[in-house]
Nanobody, 116 residues
Framework: QVQPVESGGGSVQIGGSLRLSCTVSGTIFSIVNVYWYHQAPGKQRRFVALINRDNRRDYVDSVKGRFTVSRDNSKNTAYLQMTSLKPEDTGVYYC??????????WGQGTQVFVSS
């Protein structure tokens, strides 16, 4: 079973930075796309960023220029570098992997809190 494990969350002030990690087991990491999602308090989980197996990147408009997604296949790990953080970035961040699209395997997520 594919098991993503997110880490790196925490509490930061407005304008701060965090780097989230997603380490994956149970699959051949180099052939999967990695999707990052954000679930704000009381809201549905939403797509944030993608890095596919060819290192093509895509972002939702609200994070373009602030977030950068990357991956290290030798470590079975993907990263989400978040800068210029805003209060609306608060929430739980999840990663998801799959060869053709997101799967049904979700991790526990990592909590981010941006305070003023």
């Amino acid at each position: 079973q594919v098991q993503p494990v997110e880490s790196g969350g925490g509490s930061v002030q407005i304008g701060g930075s965090l780097r989230l990690s997603c380490t994956v087991s149970g699959t051949i990491f180099s052939i999967v796309n990695v999707y990052w999602y954000h679930q704000a308090p009381g809201k549905q989980r939403r797509f944030v960023a993608l890095i596919n197996r060819d290192n093509r990147r895509d972002y939702v408009d609200s994070v373009k220029g602030r977030f950068t997604v990357s991956r290290d296949n030798s470590k079975n790990t993907a990263y989400l570098q978040m800068t210029s953080l805003k209060p609306e970035d608060t929430g739980v961040y999840y990663c998801n992997v799959g060869p053709l699209g997101p799967s049904d395997d979700w991790g526990q997520g990592t909590q981010v809190f941006v305070s003023s």
